[in-house]
């Protein structure tokens, strides 16, 4: 069983966030439990939960330097549809 992954919203992770210190295999989100429950905060992402759910939307990495490492969308990933970006 995969658990979503609070950046992308894609079932990626081994374990239910937070505090796992998983990274999602789709958009690089390293699971941080204090950026989990403070998303406006920095911690092990260099960026905010909030702002690396815009930058997955625009880019489809949570930093700019993931682009390169992020994956495809394909049939090995699936969206959680409860899943909701926040703002």
């Not at 905060?41 to 949570?62: D, E, M, T």
């Not at 495809?72 to 909701?84: A, C, F, G, Q, S």
Request: with cysteine; net charge positive.
């Amino acid at each position: 069983m995969k658990y979503t992954c609070p950046c992308c919203g894609y079932k990626t992770l081994p374990e239910e966030p937070s505090d796992t210190f998983y990274i999602c295999r789709m958009c690089g989100w390293e699971d941080d439990g204090v950026q989990f429950h403070n998303p406006d905060l920095g911690g092990a992402n260099k960026v905010s939960l909030k702002q690396a759910q815009k930058n997955f939307i625009k880019f489809g990495a949570s930093e700019e330097r993931f682009v390169k490492n992020g994956r495809k969308l394909n049939e090995e990933y699936i969206k959680d549809p409860n899943w909701k970006q926040l703002l």
